[in-house]
């Protein structure tokens, strides 16, 4: 049995795609998942299993919510991993806002940063093996490519984004 975590992309936000955390967490225990916990309500599920049977959540969260919903998998070693590579003065506070964009694997590739039209001296962009990690200067914000068209590309679609403290919450719960 390993951990892993799963991210879930685009429910409870914006009024639709609703999800009950208690519900999710049954479900991952009706897949036998041992050890299921969720954390926020944005779609963070940690458990225990022999594989991470991403197109078998999916399935079955299809099934029972009746819409699609995305889903990434982790190992807890994958995840601390990306985790660890975040800069220790890297924060989502007043001042700077750092968010960890988890990459689908078509999208998981070094070139991934070059091929994305960041605006130089706003956004400050690393790339680990499974996501993005990038931090803006709040008073740039409304400068940032995350405000000119980042919503909408292709990386948009097929990413799930967690703030750093959630990362960092979810990366000590493993």
């Known amino acids: 049995m390993s951990k892993y975590v799963a991210l879930l992309r685009g429910i409870n936000v914006g009024g639709g795609r609703k999800v ?58 994958q995840f601390k991993k990306i985790e660890s590579a975040i800069p220790k003065d890297w924060q989502n506070d007043k001042e700077q806002k750092t968010d ?35 931090r803006i200067n709040r008073k740039f914000q409304s400068k940032s490519y995350m405000q000119k068209g980042f919503i909408g590309s292709d990386l948009y679609k097929n990413m799930t984004a967690r703030n750093v403290n959630t990362v960092r919450k979810i990366a000590s719960l493993l």
């Open 20 to 77: 009950s955390m208690s519900e999710l967490k049954e479900l991952f225990e009706s897949l036998n998942f041992k050890n299921v916990s969720t954390y926020i309500n944005s779609g963070n599920v940690i458990f225990e299993s022999s594989s991470e049977k991403t197109e078998q959540i999916t399935n079955a969260i299809t099934k029972k919510f009746c819409f699609s919903v995305p889903v990434l998998a982790f190992t807890a070693r």
């Open 100 to 134: 960890v964009l988890f990459l689908w694997p078509e999208y998981d590739t070094k070139t991934v940063v070059s091929e994305t039209p960041f605006v130089k001296d706003i956004d400050e962009v690393l790339y680990v093996s499974g996501a993005l990690i990038w």
